[in-house]
């Protein structure tokens, strides 16, 4: 799984029929970051979905990444089919801050510094605005919000005595383009984006770098199982500048770029991928 002395990586095809491939359109070769070899890298929902692609994808960098998730089935069959490169999957519910400082400190002890920390846990649950209570909203910002601070605060001492790092956070276009019918993921989205801002500022002069990467409407099992229908899919193929849908390899791909040092001069930024979506220009 390691890359070669060359520019790219190949794709993952060898994959067992009820996994989903790293890469479910083949669009061939991936570029290859010499930079993300050997980083200790931690990834949250690392266990499905976009997370999955984000873990598979440093594992090929030859990075050594620990992850966190609660599905537990799903996330050792990935550590199984990654098997016998250096990952290790840890359950850990992000809610729980305690148990996330604590997994954060068992990974720095086994590998030392975290100098990539990828903020991805979320749950995009809608929810009519009548029916939003006071615990309701307290638990959509702690799944999909609160995570991402302490997990900086916790990996940041390590980042410095390692000369720098980045973290990325997962952001969501849906904020940009008000989506109805879950308000709370995009008041926590939406706040992602000055979280980075201010974190960026606050560990810039320790060569710690804060983005946050901002997923469009992205393919995935769960997104397929509970919200696409076909209607919605022509909605957002009408509404995307670019005529076909992404998937969570999509995201990956920005990910790797973000964590490496070829965007050693960026910081405080969101990288947007969501074929043009979020687009304010008028649709013909």
């Not at 980042?159 to 952001?171: H, P």
């Not at 979280?195 to 393919?219: C, K, M, Q, W």
Request: a negative charge; one cysteine or more.
């Amino acid at each position: 799984m390691k890359p070669a002395s060359g520019a790219t990586v190949e794709e993952s095809t060898d994959l067992p029929a009820n996994v989903p491939s790293v890469a479910t359109t083949v669009r061939g070769s991936i570029a290859g970051y010499p930079s993300l070899a050997g980083r200790a890298v931690f990834v949250s929902g690392g266990g499905s979905g976009i997370g999955a692609f984000i873990v598979e994808r440093f594992v090929q960098q030859g990075s050594r990444v620990a992850f966190c998730d609660i599905a537990d089935e799903l996330a050792q069959v990935l550590v199984a089919r990654l098997a016998p490169a250096p990952v290790r999957y840890h359950r850990c519910d992000v809610r729980d801050i305690a148990a996330l400082r604590a997994t954060l400190a068992d990974i720095e002890t086994e590998w030392g510094p975290i100098t990539v920390l990828v903020n991805n846990a979320a749950r995009d649950d809608r929810h009519a605005l009548e029916s939003v209570t006071p615990e309701y909203w307290d638990d959509r910002l702690a799944v999909n919000l609160r995570h991402h601070f302490f997990a900086a605060q916790a990996v940041a001492p390590g980042m410095v005595r390692a000369g720098g790092g980045s973290i990325i956070n997962l952001g969501s276009v849906s904020w940009m383009r008000g989506t109805p019918g879950m308000v709370a993921y995009t008041t926590a989205k939406a706040a992602i984006h000055g979280l980075t801002r201010t974190l960026a500022r606050e560990l810039g002069p320790h060569n710690i770098r804060v983005n946050s990467l901002v997923p469009g409407a992205i393919d995935t099992p769960r997104q397929r199982e509970l919200w696409i229908t076909a209607e919605l899919e022509r909605e957002f193929l009408d509404q995307q500048c670019l005529k076909f849908r992404l998937d969570g390899d999509d995201i990956a791909r920005g990910v790797l770029f973000l964590a490496s040092d070829e965007a050693r001069g960026i910081t405080g930024h969101d990288l947007i991928i969501d074929a043009g979506l979020a687009q304010t220009s008028a649709i013909s």
